[in-house]
């Protein structure tokens, strides 16, 4: 018998896709109610946004800090620990209906489970420049939330004209000496009352009808290129720190025609719990929340499925 069909004949409790804090969570838990999950990690995005941030200082228990990518093998090890399954693999493809589920990864196995939890995240949308890219961490970032605190009596950018552009423009003021909004358009995508709490703000300036050219910076950011849209010239904007907020995108590809997703492109669950619009199936962590985005509630989220999935496996035995 090969491989695949060994995997294929046996029909576990529950498949877990994605491992932020979400997934590993959800992992914990279940194998700690002796579920034996199986979590596929994915190849290239194990771990979530995560592995892109350096310091992490409001996940709560790390009283000094700690750095994104070793509080999520943190995590690792510790679903590890009791019995999770890893597996650093894509999945393909899922079939979500009946009582057994199948997972498919691109190696072409298929593993089958009573419940499956989608963790799957969400992604920053980015600039696309090279040097966005490059200084990731040092002097770029996409959450004021995470990284705010760094940039102490900084200059600071925030690019994007939407409601989380000017929340993040508004909360750095709270650490940076000056923040200056960079906006493609001469008005505001945020509703009026953020932007006007904005635009009133001593500590706000806004460079209008202008698109980031390039992040400057050797080490770390120290400037920005902008280009004006109406007439072309360029320009230098010195800063230090660029916090990039033109929206997020929930990972739903592989649901996209299955699931029920909300206007926001998220997962649709019921009220609090992790429960979707198939049963059997669960989502937790950001590609279910559009709003808050942490690593703390994502993790909480993810107890939140497995629990969910132990009350339905147990009503499914009874």
Request: proline share 2%; with cysteine; glycine share 10%.
């Amino acid at each position: 018998m090969s491989n695949a069909e060994n995997t294929a004949s046996q029909v576990r409790d529950v498949i877990i896709v994605g491992s932020g804090p979400a997934g590993y969570t959800a992992a914990v838990y279940t194998a700690r109610a002796n579920m034996n999950p199986l979590l596929i990690a994915g190849s290239v995005t194990a771990g979530g946004e995560l592995m892109n941030t350096t310091d992490v200082e409001n996940f709560p228990g790390f009283p000094e800090g700690i750095m994104g990518p070793d509080l999520m093998e943190n995590f690792e090890k510790q679903a590890a620990r009791f019995g999770t399954e890893i597996q650093f693999e894509d999945v393909t493809s899922l079939d979500l209906e009946g009582d057994i589920k199948t997972v498919t990864i691109a190696t072409g196995e298929t593993f089958k489970a009573r419940a499956v939890i989608l963790s799957t995240g969400s992604a920053y949308r980015e600039l696309g420049l090279a040097n966005e890219k490059r200084l990731s961490g040092h002097g770029v970032s996409w959450c004021a939330t995470c990284d705010g605190f760094f940039f102490k009596d900084q200059d600071i950018a925030v690019i994007g004209g939407g409601d989380s552009a000017m929340e993040e423009a508004l909360f750095l003021t709270k650490f940076a000496k000056s923040v200056t909004v960079v906006h493609r358009r001469d008005t505001l995508k945020a509703s009026k009352i953020m932007g006007d709490r904005a635009q009133a703000h001593e500590k706000i300036n806004f460079v209008w009808n202008s698109a980031v050219e390039d992040v400057i910076g050797g080490d770390k950011v120290t400037g920005l290129k902008l280009k004006n849209l109406v007439d072309g010239s360029v320009s230098e904007l010195a800063v230090t720190g660029v916090f990039v907020a033109i929206g997020n995108d929930p990972r739903t590809d592989l649901v996209k025609d299955k699931l029920e997703l909300t206007a926001e492109g998220t997962i649709a669950v019921q009220g609090r719990s992790s429960k979707t619009s198939i049963e059997g199936v669960f989502a937790a962590g950001d590609v279910v929340d559009p709003t808050y985005r942490q690593a703390i509630t994502a993790a909480g989220s993810g107890c939140v499925a497995a629990l969910d999935v132990e009350h339905y496996l147990a009503d499914l035995h009874a």
